[in-house]
Each structure stands twice: as structure tokens, then as C-alpha cells.
């Protein structure tokens, strides 16, 4: 089938809309904020052999839509295809879109080519059995420590309420200068009996220590009136030009108690981001309930966190798996094989799954290489 559908190819696609019901996911191009979704032959849907889609329910979709194209994508015997229409109104008062004469199929998702990165995992023992090629989720650093500073400055209820349920961290309100001082450094704040750590809480620079504090009397005022725990600031700090306007949503986990705690804790920061992001922001899978390709959302020398949207999920809790490793050096790519065991699964029920695993048996000298790599400090 080619990548457009026309003539009796585009024919059978009508028909076949006639006959079954189908759900569509309909996008507005003027605002991918607002995602609606129904299902042909049901609630007021129904679509006419001429291919057109009438509305009869006034509730399925807002007036407002009257005059806008949208785009719309559906699954024909599993395969994803979308087209682009009017949103007009018949003389009865019906909402009508009309199937063009070209329908699109839906792209698979390409892999990062050209970053000279590829992860590959192994579903059987010792590298053997299928293999799996993993790529780069977008506006995912694969060596980024302060992963907090990748979450939206003023994160809706959605992601907060994943922050609170997968990491135990709540919104709360903390002294001015305090947060003046999150902001400008972009570190996060690790606070035990209202004190901060006199050197590296983190085996990275990403807490505010003693040493950033030295003489500011107020703002040690100010964390002795904080309960213990790990604070973090969503979005970049001041220096990246940003004006923030002390608006930016400070969270704090409550008896994070250790670097181990917070080590554990800095993984589930972008798995939380990614359960909450639009759909928009995610391709649906070219074919549906196919496995699809893996994204690597973090790497650490602990720990990784692979996820994908749609289709059936490959990986298992508590099994192990094998990893490949090519990482870009300049002009060259280091391998590294390691093994690694899922610890947890994530789901957000609109088909987005995250697995957190951590690293097994990794050598000392590729510890060395993605330790420095993540922290760019001498690994001790």
C-alpha cells in the first residue's frame, strides 16, 4: 500500500468507515492543546458514503470548530492513517467534515540518525534472542544529572499528580530568597534538620551547598523553616535568559534522607514528564498493537529508562535483559555491553509505558565513562 491512499484505495477506506466503528483522535491545527475523540456510529456520529462525517450531537464538538481545519487520524485494519478537513455546518445545523480524496498513511517513528548513538536490547540471555533497537526521545539529553530543570516551569494537574503518586513529591511554597537562589543557579535543595550539606550532596554540583550560602544570614533564616527533604524548582534557571518572575512550581520530596534516595529519585523525574506530555507531542504508531520501537529517556551509570506509546510493551518486570551501548567520542563510538534488570513499570492508560531498570555487571571502566559523562568531573 502506498504512503497515499486515492482512487478505490481511498474508496475502501470510505466504506470501511461506513460499516464499522471506528474511534478518531481529531486535532484543531490552531491549537494542539485541545484533543477530542470520538467514534463513528456512535453518539450522534454517523458518515455517509460520499465520505462525509456528520455530527448530529452538538455536544461531540464545540461550535467554535466551525470554520478550522483539522486533523484527524484513525486505524484501518490496524494501519494508521490521518487526512486533514474543513469543519463546516450543514443547513440542518450538523457539524460535517469531509474525507478528502487523498487519505495519508501515518510515518513510523524514525530513529536519532546521524547522532552516531544507538542502544540495543537483547530479549534473550547473554545477547542472544530478538533484538530490539532503542533511539533518543527528543528533548531528552542522554547525559543531562539535573533532570528537574527538563520539567515545564508550571506543570498542570496532570503532572503534578504523577509527581505526587511515582516520586512523592508535592508542590509547596518556600521563602522568596530562597527560591531566588533555586532559580539563579538552578540547583535543588537538600535540607536535613534545617541545614544544607557542607559539600556535594549529589556525586554532581546539582545542590545548593553551604558554600552557596556563606554570609546570607536571611536565607539561612529561611531553611531553618523548612521540613527535611529534597526541593527542586521546574524549568531552566535565570541564566538561560529566561525571566521567570519567582512563578516557577517548587516541589518537595519529604524524607529523601540520603544521596542513595535522591540518586533513586532523579530516573522517575522524566518518567513522569513523559506519562504527562500531550499526545500531540508523541507520533502514534504507524501500525496498531504492533511492538514498537523503544526510547531512551535517561541514562545514568546506575540506571536507564526506556519507554514507547502504543502497541504491545516488550519488556518485563523483574526480568533481566542485555544492553548495547554505542556512545559518539568525537570521531569515534564506545560500545559498552552491560546488563540490566526492570525494577519498575509505569503506565499512563492512554497506551505510554515507561520501564525503569538498573544497570548490572557493568565494568569499571564504562562506570568511569558514563559517570564522567553525566557529571563532567573525574569519577573518584
Given at each position: 500500500?502506498?504512503?497515499?491512499?486515492?482512487?478505490?484505495?481511498?474508496?475502501?477506506?470510505?466504506?470501511?468507515?461506513?460499516?464499522?466503528?471506528?474511534?478518531?483522535t481529531l486535532i484543531p491545527n490552531q491549537s494542539t492543546d485541545r484533543?477530542?475523540?470520538?467514534?463513528?456510529?456512535?453518539?450522534?456520529?454517523?458518515?455517509?458514503?460520499?465520505?462525509?462525517?456528520?455530527?448530529?450531537?452538538?455536544?461531540?464538538?464545540?461550535?467554535?470548530?466551525?470554520?478550522?481545519?483539522?486533523?484527524?487520524?484513525?486505524?484501518?485494519?490496524?494501519?494508521?492513517?490521518?487526512?486533514?478537513?474543513?469543519?463546516?455546518?450543514?443547513?440542518?445545523?450538523?457539524?460535517?467534515l469531509v474525507v478528502p480524496r487523498e487519505i495519508l498513511r501515518i510515518?513510523?517513528?524514525?530513529?536519532?540518525?546521524?547522532?552516531?548513538?544507538?542502544?540495543?536490547?537483547?530479549?534473550?540471555?547473554?545477547?542472544?534472542?530478538?533484538?530490539?533497537?532503542?533511539?533518543?526521545?527528543?528533548?531528552?539529553?542522554?547525559?543531562?544529572?539535573?533532570?528537574?530543570?527538563?520539567?515545564?516551569?508550571?506543570?498542570?494537574?496532570?503532572?503534578?499528580?504523577r509527581l505526587r503518586g511515582i516520586c512523592g513529591a508535592v508542590p509547596?511554597?518556600?521563602?522568596?530568597?530562597?527560591?531566588?537562589?533555586?532559580?539563579?543557579?538552578?540547583?535543588?535543595?537538600?535540607?536535613?534538620?534545617?541545614?544544607?550539606?557542607?559539600?556535594?550532596?549529589?556525586?554532581?554540583?546539582?545542590?545548593?551547598?553551604?558554600?552557596?550560602?556563606?554570609?546570607?544570614?536571611?536565607?539561612?533564616?529561611?531553611?531553618?523553616?523548612?521540613?527535611?527533604?529534597?526541593?527542586?524548582?521546574?524549568?531552566?534557571?535565570?541564566?538561560?535568559?529566561?525571566?521567570?518572575?519567582?512563578?516557577?512550581?517548587?516541589?518537595?520530596?519529604?524524607?529523601?534522607?540520603?544521596?542513595?534516595?535522591?540518586?533513586?529519585?532523579?530516573?522517575?523525574?522524566?518518567?513522569?514528564?513523559?506519562?504527562?506530555?500531550?499526545?500531540?507531542?508523541?507520533?502514534?504508531?504507524?501500525?496498531?498493537?504492533?511492538?514498537?520501537?523503544?526510547?531512551?529517556?535517561?541514562?545514568?551509570?546506575?540506571?536507564?529508562?526506556?519507554?514507547?506509546?502504543?502497541?504491545?510493551?516488550?519488556?518485563?518486570?523483574?526480568?533481566?535483559?542485555?544492553?548495547?551501548?554505542?556512545?559518539?567520542?568525537?570521531?569515534?563510538?564506545?560500545?559498552?555491553?552491560?546488563?540490566?534488570?526492570?525494577?519498575?513499570?509505569?503506565?499512563?492508560?492512554?497506551?505510554?509505558?515507561?520501564?525503569?531498570?538498573?544497570?548490572?555487571?557493568?565494568?569499571?571502566?564504562?562506570?568511569?565513562?558514563?559517570?564522567?559523562?553525566?557529571?563532567?568531573?573525574?569519577?573518584?
Amino acid at each position: 500500500m502506498n504512503d497515499v491512499l486515492s482512487g478505490i484505495e481511498r474508496d475502501l477506506v470510505v466504506s470501511y468507515l461506513c460499516d464499522c466503528n471506528v474511534p478518531f483522535t481529531l486535532i484543531p491545527n490552531q491549537s494542539t492543546d485541545r484533543i477530542f475523540s470520538f467514534t463513528t456510529g456512535q453518539g450522534g456520529v454517523r458518515i455517509l458514503p460520499e465520505g462525509i462525517i456528520l455530527f448530529t450531537d452538538s455536544s461531540v464538538l464545540p461550535q467554535d470548530l466551525i470554520g478550522q481545519q483539522v486533523h484527524l487520524r484513525f486505524y484501518f485494519k490496524k494501519l494508521g492513517l490521518s487526512f486533514s478537513s474543513l469543519v463546516s455546518c450543514t443547513k440542518s445545523g450538523a457539524i460535517a467534515l469531509v474525507v478528502p480524496r487523498e487519505i495519508l498513511r501515518i510515518a513510523d517513528t524514525e530513529e536519532n540518525a546521524g547522532t552516531g548513538f544507538s542502544c540495543n536490547v537483547f530479549l534473550g540471555e547473554a545477547f542472544s534472542g530478538q533484538r530490539l533497537s532503542c533511539s533518543l526521545r527528543e528533548g531528552y539529553p542522554l547525559f543531562m544529572p539535573w533532570v528537574w530543570r527538563l520539567l515545564p516551569e508550571n506543570p498542570d494537574s496532570q503532572l503534578t499528580g504523577r509527581l505526587r503518586g511515582i516520586c512523592g513529591a508535592v508542590p509547596v511554597e518556600i521563602p522568596s530568597m530562597i527560591q531566588e537562589k533555586m532559580l539563579s543557579t538552578g540547583k535543588a535543595l537538600f535540607v536535613t534538620a534545617g541545614w544544607v550539606q557542607p559539600g556535594m550532596v549529589l556525586p554532581f554540583d546539582g545542590c545548593i551547598t553551604s558554600r552557596d550560602v556563606v554570609g546570607e544570614l536571611e536565607l539561612l533564616d529561611g531553611l531553618a523553616q523548612l521540613k527535611s527533604g529534597f526541593y527542586f524548582a521546574c524549568g531552566r534557571p535565570e541564566e538561560d535568559g529566561k525571566n521567570h518572575d519567582n512563578q516557577v512550581q517548587v516541589f518537595c520530596v519529604e524524607g529523601a534522607a540520603s544521596s542513595d534516595d535522591l540518586l533513586k529519585l532523579l530516573p522517575l523525574l522524566p518518567v513522569c514528564r513523559y506519562l504527562s506530555e500531550s499526545k500531540e507531542n508523541t507520533p502514534p504508531p504507524a501500525l496498531l498493537d504492533r511492538m514498537q520501537p523503544l526510547e531512551l529517556l535517561y541514562l545514568s551509570s546506575t540506571d536507564i529508562v526506556f519507554a514507547t506509546w502504543g502497541g504491545n510493551f516488550p519488556l518485563q518486570q523483574e526480568v533481566g535483559y542485555s544492553l548495547l551501548l554505542q556512545i559518539p567520542l568525537k570521531t569515534l563510538r564506545r560500545s559498552i555491553t552491560v546488563d540490566c534488570t526492570v525494577a519498575s513499570i509505569f503506565e499512563s492508560g492512554d497506551g505510554r509505558t515507561c520501564a525503569l531498570c538498573r544497570l548490572e555487571n557493568l565494568k569499571t571502566e564504562d562506570q568511569r565513562f558514563l559517570f564522567e559523562s553525566l557529571n563532567n568531573s573525574r569519577y573518584l
